[in-house]
DNA sequence: TTAAAATTTGAACCTTGAGTCAAATTTATT
DNA sequence: AATAAATTTGACTCAAGGTTCAAATTTTAA
């Protein structure tokens, strides 16, 4: 037992400050979201969570690196859609289907936010993100080749197919409010139906 | 003679002063497009016209007037594009495909930017960019509901085929690159063409 | 109960960049 | 060429907000 204490503490310790500077990232990625990045500052961010500004700096190191983990969580959110997706018993329109609707449904329904001021970051760290954003795209741009090679999808620059996609959800990100009149389920459904019928032949 | 000059001075100052005005404002605003409000300094904008800081006030009040200015500018060219439709002559679908094409081709042709970063601007400000925009989107969604109403739309939320259409406009704006391979025209036709399968019947 | 570690804070510091202004320079007019 | 107006500048002020740190407070384990 105390084997199994002296065992346990630390672990919680870790735990414990793993998930507070967590909120620190979430709360802070929702605020970026709707008020634009350098429209938040560190006070913002620390009062929203009932801290003080110098508080912060024990979970971060720069006010940049919460917006590098901010853009870091949410692709790697992004990520685990297009993990989990079985590439081969769909055809590339259902593929692309799915995968869309999971994107609304994330940037609805949990509190990941899909966020624009890339350039806010510098050198590796700008890199960085931009690499993994370029990776999912080049990913769904994938999905839309298989598509046109199977004949579900129609013909055309795939890359062109993929910003339309992603101006969708960039812009929803933008204007969509969890206590609006909108609901997440809704949107997606729209969303959906709207992108199967301007992809397909 | 004597009176033409004396006439046609004056007037040529004023001209010479408001052409340069707008050139300040068109180059910041295309800065601020391509790396985001609070990332362009005056210093920046001022030596992309070979000027000094100091010499912008002179042009302007502050950096706040000029993203207002950059706003009310597109804002404006928006305006014209659907002024310039005849309404009752095309069915609701054509008469969206072909404002959809217009504005496309004014962000990839025309030097003009669509910008994100409102909450940048302050009050009255803020709200009359705002007010605009929505003028904008309620125009277009009335165009949407002409559609439904002559059948040529698919029933739905009006508002979410104007926010799927925004969406693309506004990330458009974000990665287009005018010296990049995608010519403006050509996705002006791919995104007329997903716009009009989306939304049909 | 206590001491060590973890967490939080108040009060500064420091950098960046917006804005000002009187003086210098350029341009237009006679 | 002379002068008045328009335009531009260098050098400065100023505020906002990010960052630091030693000290205070809270939490945890024995």
Redesign the interface.
């Known amino acids: 037992m105390t084997q199994a204490a002296n065992i346990k503490a630390p672990f919680d310790r870790d735990v414990q400050f793993a998930a507070k500077r967590r909120s620190v990232i979430l709360s802070a990625a929702s605020a970026f979201r709707r008020?634009?990045?350098?429209?938040t500052s560190m006070v913002d961010i620390a009062q929203s969570l009932g801290l003080t500004k110098a508080a912060l700096y024990y979970y971060v190191k720069n006010k940049e690196e919460i917006l590098y983990e901010s853009h870091a969580m949410t692709y790697a959110s992004m990520d685990e859609v297009l993990q989990s997706q079985q590439p081969n018993e769909l055809s590339g329109r259902d593929a692309l289907e799915a995968v869309f609707r999971n994107f609304v449904e994330l940037l609805t329904q949990s509190g990941v936010s899909l966020l624009?001021?890339v350039?806010?970051l510098k050198g590796e760290w700008k890199l960085q993100i931009l690499a993994h954003r370029n990776k999912i795209e080049r990913h769904v741009i994938e999905i839309v080749k298989c598509g046109q090679a199977d004949g579900s999808i129609r013909s055309?620059?795939p890359?062109?197919?993929v910003?339309?996609f992603?101006?969708?959800?960039?812009?929803?990100n933008?204007?969509y409010d969890v206590e609006g009149r909108?609901k997440g389920e809704?949107?997606a459904d729209?969303?959906v139906?709207?992108?199967r019928?301007?992809?397909?032949k």
Chains 1, 2 share one sequence.
């Open positions: 008020r634009g990045y350098h429209n624009t001021d350039d806010s055309g620059d890359r062109l197919y910003f339309f992603m101006g969708a959800l960039n812009w929803l933008a204007w909108l809704d949107i729209h969303f139906l709207q992108l019928q301007g992809i397909m």
